[in-house]
Nanobody
Framework: QVQLVESGGGLVQAGGSLILSCEASRSIFDNSAMGWYRQAPGKQRELVATITPDYDTNYGDSVKGRFTISRNHAKNTVILQMNSLKPEDTAVYYC????????????WGQGTQVTVSS
């Protein structure tokens, strides 16, 4: 069974920072675009950031300039550095591993809560 192990959520004041980490197996990590999505209560899940095996990145408009995604090859880990956090960043953050070429897959982590207080 595929596992994406997330860590790093929690409670932070507005303007603060948090780091989220997601560890995957080597085979998943090396062959997929890794990313983070989030879902706030009553809202649809939305893109936060993704990074390909070639280190190409993509960010949601609401986090550009504040969040940074990176890959640590040695640890099979994707990291989301979140700075200048706002109350509207409050959500459950989900790690994702996706491959669009055959063999296709699309795996999700269990989610980690991020709460930003005003």
């Amino acid at each position: 069974q595929v596992q994406l192990v997330e860590s790093g959520g929690g409670l932070v004041q507005a303007g603060g920072s948090l780091i989220l980490s997601c560890e995957a197996s080597r085979s998943i990590f090396d062959n997929s675009a890794m990313g983070w999505y989030r879902q706030a209560p009553g809202k649809q899940r939305e893109l936060v950031a993704t990074i390909t095996p070639d280190y190409d990145t993509n960010y949601g408009d609401s986090v550009k300039g504040r969040f940074t995604i990176s890959r640590n090859h040695a640890k099979n880990t994707v990291i989301l550095q979140m700075n200048s956090l706002k109350p509207e960043d409050t959500a459950v953050y989900y790690c994702n591993a996706k491959r669009v070429a055959i063999p296709k897959f699309d795996y999700w982590g269990q989610g980690t809560q991020v709460t930003v207080s005003s």
